[in-house]
C-alpha cells in the first residue's frame, strides 16, 4: 500500500486529494497546524480513513519528523496562503509560507528520504500580466500579486530541487479550480453563496469588484487526478492543468442566477470599485495540451456544470440553514 502526504489536507483541493487517493488504495496523510480551534469540515467524512500529523511549513523541524513519521512515498505540497487579496495585506506571511514553505518541504524532502515523489502547487496567477494567450508552460512569468512572486519562487525552487538533486518534483500549473468546498472569500463561492441567500430571501444585493476580469475555470475534482497522474509518469516534470476555456466574472454571475432561477441579475449586483486589486490580472487562459498528450487527463466537469453545482449544494445549505 502506498502512503501519501498531503499538506494543505484541509483545503479545497486536500479533501479531493484525499479522497481520489483512497480510490486509489493508498494510506492517506494529513500535515495539520495546531490550532485552538481546528476547521476539519471539509474532511469529516473520510477523516476516520486518513491520519493527521501535525506540521507547519513555516517550521523546518516539524516536517522533517512529519516525513520521519510517516515515510510516505509521494507528497503533495497543497498548502499556501492561496487567498490572491489577503497577500496585499500580510505579504510576508505568504512569503513564508508560499514561497518558502516549499522549500522547507523539499529540504525536508532531501534530508529524510530523497526518493519521495514530490508534488507542488504551482499557480496561474504567475503569467500574472500575460505576454501570451493561452498560457503554456514555456510562458514567462509575469506575476502581478505578493501570492504570485511566491508561487513562482516554489515553482523555480521545485525545479532547482528537481535538477540539482534528482529529486522527483514535478509542479502542476493549475488555473482557477473551483468546487461547491471552495472557501467563502473566493469570488465564485462568495457569487453562489449570496444568489443563494437572494434567492431564498435572506439578502438582497450581490457586490462585487471587476466584472470583466477572465479566467479559466475548471473542477477541483477533476484537477487533483492530474495532480497524481504527475507522480505516476517516468520523468517528473510540470504541467499546465486547464480546461482552455475563458469566461469573465459577469458569465459566472449570470450562470448563477439562472441556475436559482433568477434571470434579471442586474437588479441585484453592485459593482464596488474597493474591490478591485491594485495590479488587475484580467485575462488567463491555459493550455492543456501536454497535460493530456502525456498524461492522458481531460477536465470532465463543464463550466456551465461547475456553477450549477455550486449553486445548487450552497440552496441546500442555505435552505437548511433557515429551517434551523
Not at 104 to 122: C, H, T
Not at 254 to 277: C, H, N, P, T
Not at 300 to 306: N, Q, T
Amino acid at each position: 500500500m502506498k502512503k501519501a502526504l498531503i499538506t494543505g489536507v484541509t483545503g479545497q483541493d486536500g479533501s479531493y486529494l484525499a479522497e481520489f487517493l483512497l480510490t486509489k488504495g493508498y494510506e492517506v496523510f494529513g500535515l495539520t497546524r495546531r490550532t485552538s480551534t481546528v476547521n476539519n469540515e471539509r474532511i469529516k467524512h473520510i477523516q476516520e480513513k486518513i491520519t493527521l500529523v501535525q506540521g507547519d511549513l513555516i517550521d523546518q523541524n516539524s516536517l522533517g519528523s512529519a516525513l520521519v513519521e510517516v515515510r510516505p512515498d509521494e507528497v503533495y505540497n497543497l498548502a499556501a496562503q492561496s487567498f490572491v487579496p489577503t497577500s496585499w495585506n500580510q505579504p510576508v506571511l505568504t512569503g513564508e509560507v508560499t514561497g518558502l514553505g516549499v522549500v522547507r518541504m523539499l529540504e525536508a524532502v532531501r534530508m529524510v528520504d530523497p526518493k519521495i515523489k514530490f508534488y507542488q502547487a504551482s499557480s496561474s496567477e504567475m503569467f500574472g500580466k500575460v505576454v501570451e494567450s493561452p498560457q503554456t508552460e514555456k510562458t514567462r512569468f509575469y506575476p502581478r500579486s505578493p501570492y504570485g512572486v511566491a508561487k513562482v519562487y516554489g515553482h523555480y525552487i521545485t525545479v532547482n530541487y528537481r535538477e540539482s538533486y534528482n529529486i522527483f518534483a514535478c509542479s502542476g500549473i493549475l488555473f482557477n479550480h473551483e468546487s461547491p468546498r471552495r472557501g467563502l472569500e473566493f469570488v465564485t463561492k462568495k457569487i453562489t453563496n449570496t444568489v443563494a441567500k437572494i434567492a431564498l430571501g435572506s439578502q438582497k444585493k450581490l457586490l462585487l469588484g471587476n466584472l470583466e476580469s477572465k479566467r479559466d475555470w475548471g473542477f477541483a475534482g477533476d484537477y487533483v487526478e492530474a495532480m497524481w497522474l504527475m507522480l505516476q509518469q517516468d520523468k517528473a516534470d510540470d504541467y499546465v492543468v486547464a480546461t482552455g476555456e475563458n469566461h469573465s466574472v459577469q458569465e459566472f454571475v449570470e450562470l448563477a442566477f439562472q441556475s436559482a432561477g433568477i434571470s434579471d441579475w442586474k437588479k441585484y449586483v453592485v459593482v464596488d470599485k474597493k474591490l478591485y486589486r491594485p495590479a488587475e490580472v484580467d485575462f488567463l487562459v491555459g493550455d492543456a495540451s501536454k497535460a493530456r498528450n502525456k498524461l492522458k487527463w481531460a477536465p470532465k466537469v463543464s463550466f456551465p456544470e461547475l456553477v450549477k453545482m455550486m449553486v445548487e449544494v450552497d440552496l441546500k445549505k442555505e435552505s437548511e440553514r433557515n429551517k434551523e
